[in-house]
């Protein structure tokens, strides 16, 4: 369908019309929609609620952050055993010995975790920037869960991270931390992490992000075959779920966990094209990695069947956001059929049938401009403005404030130089921050409390301008924009099955 | 000689030249540059010195502090009388009463004092956000020095901007504040209000803005001519360099003043033509406001005067620092004659002779493209980076946070979108950050502890990469191609003198 002309032709000029209906609308409303604002008390662009719905834990914090918390912790932990390497126990001091680097004098420039020119299109060279120093040593000991110290570092740098998000009150943030399927194991490690560094912060929801690494795992022999994997993923899910009494911490973790990303280089080709006669999961043995679809067919399959159960128990159900659309063939997109909502969706600029259906069926979009900025798209060249404008649901997210930002509050430099360089009104702002809140994984209370009690109804009633911010006169815009294109479609259906009656 | 189609050609062939050899350097030098700031200890981009050199005091606070100050300061002083009005005095409350205002509901949204889309070419608009809630009577009480209140609030607004910067170590302000010419009794009001209310602080220095607004005054009779304008500036700063025991407030606060600006919109048409024929300041007695350069001219002669007579008396002199190049005529570049560097210089991409003339005399341009970005010339056209390519020498600054900036820390977010927008690299950025020292007003003693006792020496001797954090590679390479361009017109000139001693 994504290909066929006449589809092409149509989505092409009816996303056309939307683009010119809402520079109509601005020229029209714009004042109208401030005085609006200006109107509303006490709320403004500083104390509406925004989430950062795409970053991910290892780089949740600023490159400065990072290095001071190194050289505090060096300051008070010098002597301490951190790391066993080859049977040996090393201890902070021994392995910035054998480094040969002296914590005190480290910078930003040896540390060496931001992403710049170097990165663009070398996702390679950007992913071995999560190695401080370059060295994998150092990204073990402070940024890992998993660890000789069970990650208390970085349970210690996350919690000053959520420290400050609680003190700024208004953002919120939803790190992903990895699972990798390499061993059942990994969820009881990771729950007691959480729960015994008490990690836990009313502004943070978490999302486990699964790597699509099978081909390592094979290589190296810790799995036989794919199915290993989605086993080593999903079934400890299965069991706390069926006997929750058995696995508290995993239970009382997955409280705060709502989703399930899947996350690599979109970019990498694959020689095999998934189809319904590709090889079962337990069939795939061979050493490659299978396809970016097949990955996602078989989450996607695994969380639905978990969800209804979980359902079914009365307990918690996960969204699957997956990284989606930020390279790639356009394909990755037909996703739309599988997610809850999308991470990146910058190709959606190259297909103009699967841009409108993300439309129509408002599937949200996390978007990180300043990412791609450094990875894959410039930032003038990056939709989001147009997205925006045409009425997708798109949110404004950091992906690895480590890597890519400078100041102390990385999601507020997200939107202001979204705001800057694409000259946005307030009003602007304040609906990406809104859509940030209704796709994230808060819990239905902090969204009533956050957007209003009414805030799942469509259109202006849905909208508490109070606590949004947005303006009603933009919601209903947005609303009767939506259904008069749904109308159109049904419309034509109608009169489509009609003629076909009289055939 | 800047409308000479020769030269035109020469300058552009030059500039074409130097644009193309740093693209050459970059590429051959680039990961050398990077290597040599990692192995400087404890030096990076976040703790070299950056002077804001150009900011007006009364927009150095965001938005949002403004609005918090003005918050705080009614939940404590309502009932103090802040104002007087035809006669009547005013408490806090009574203002906000009158104005049928809440502070407590008040947001940024109606303090409305942020530039955005509307302020596009329309300087008007721009002047006039700087009335909180678009009320020139909170303008009268927060931001002037000289109201009912001697200026308190505006001074302690400013300490709290000043005691930020203090918190951050590395950053550093020079804040305009304005003397008028209406009356000579502006500089005993302004140092009072320095002195009294303890504004000083070692991480500010201050400039003195004066508007170009003879033509108010004058239909409004406050003076009969624009001599008399120029005396209510220059007297009493004459009076106090000769006399300093009788002006001893007046002399404290010139220790702080760096030097001079001269401020207003540059695209204003004037109908006379500054020449030798031009009437003599006494003589200016019609009510139409002389032209940009008739400004600068007379501010220009009386600053060099009194620099001679301060310099003969052992004291402080300032430096001429106007706007300039903003918007208006590309004259007005012709400054550097008259200029010890200048705020904005945008125009210079209009001009080759011009831009080549302040490469080769290295005149310093304080440039702000955010404020442009929402004033005069959008962000991805804004000439900085190629400036910065070529060698001349520019800074960055934020000229007005109030109406620019979104987060709490103005001039790192200036950085950040320049580094991030225009892929600058850790090197360029800390030229830029070493430029913004070595332009501004800091003492000499300020300057040797923040760049190095040599900073004054050319090239690569006169860097102290411990503390500038600037690569020798490339202060060799801009040295070197420097002295190219001078002794390539030292030949041109020595040959030319030949070729005449022979004719």
Not at 195 to 207: D, G, L, Q, T
Not at 381 to 398: A, D, I, M, Q, Y
Not at 429 to 437: G, L, P, T
Request: proline residues 5%; aromatic residues 12%; charged residues 25%.
């Amino acid at each position: 369908m994504i290909a066929d002309g006449p589809t092409k032709t149509y989505c092409h000029r009816r996303l056309n019309f939307l683009t010119s209906k809402f520079y109509l609308h601005e020229m029209l409303n714009e004042m109208a929609e401030l005085k609006e604002l200006k109107s509303v008390p006490h709320r403004d662009f500083y104390n509406v609620r925004k989430v950062d719905t795409h970053i991910h834990a290892a780089a949740c914090m600023s490159q400065k952050h990072l290095l001071t918390f190194i050289q505090e912790t060096y300051k008070t932990d010098s002597d301490r055993v951190v790391l066993e390497k080859d049977g040996q126990k090393l201890t902070l001091k021994q392995v910035f010995h054998c480094l040969n680097k002296d914590p005190y004098d480290l910078t930003v420039d040896s540390l060496d975790v931001h992403a710049g020119r170097h990165t663009f299109h070398r996702f390679d060279k950007f992913n071995s920037k999560y190695n401080p120093v370059g060295a994998s040593e150092l990204r073990e000991i402070f940024l890992k869960t998993d660890n000789y110290m069970n990650g208390e570092y970085f349970a210690s740098i996350i919690k000053e991270v959520a420290h400050d998000l609680e003190e700024s009150k208004y953002q919120h943030a939803e790190p992903r931390v990895s699972i990798y399927g390499r061993s059942p194991e990994e969820w009881d490690s990771l729950s007691k992490w959480f729960i015994n560094h008490k990690v836990y912060s009313p502004n943070m929801r978490w999302i486990i992000q699964v790597p699509r690494i099978y081909d390592i795992f094979k290589e190296k022999k810790l799995v036989p075959n794919f199915s290993k994997m989605l086993e080593n993923i999903f079934l400890p899910l299965f069991e706390a779920t069926v006997n929750p009494q058995k696995h508290k911490h995993l239970n009382v973790f997955l409280q705060y966990v709502s989703g399930f990303d899947s996350v690599d280089d979109e970019s990498k080709h694959s020689d095999h094209m998934f189809s319904f006669r590709s090889p079962k999961p337990e069939d795939w043995t061979t050493d490659d990695n299978p396809p970016y679809s097949y990955y996602i067919f078989h989450m996607y399959a695994n969380i639905m069947v978990l969800n209804n159960l979980r359902k079914e128990r009365g307990l918690s159900t996960f969204q699957f956001r997956p990284h989606c659309g930020e390279a790639g063939s356009i394909t990755h997109l037909v996703l739309l059929l599988t997610s809850d909502n999308i991470s990146h969706g910058l190709n959606l600029k190259k297909s103009p049938v699967l841009q409108y259906l993300y439309y129509l069926a408002q599937v949200p979009i996390a978007m990180s401009p300043l990412s791609n900025n450094s990875l894959f798209l410039e930032y003038s060249k990056n939709p989001l403005r147009e997205f925006l404008h045409k009425g997708l649901c798109v949110s404004l997210s950091t992906d690895d404030p480590m890597q890519f930002h400078y100041t102390k509050e990385p999601l507020m430099e997200e939107y202001a130089i979204a705001a800057q360089l694409w000259k946005l009104s307030t009003c602007d702002v304040c609906e990406i921050a809104r859509n940030s809140v209704l796709q994230s994984g808060l819990s239905h209370q902090d969204k009533c409390h956050f957007l209003g009690v009414n805030y799942l109804k469509d259109g202006p009633e849905g909208n508490d301008i109070r606590r949004s911010n947005v303006a009603q006169i933009r919601m209903a815009y947005r609303h009767d924009t939506l259904c008069n294109e749904l109308s159109f479609i049904a419309d034509a259906v109608k009169s489509d099955a009609m003629n076909s009656q009289y055939d």
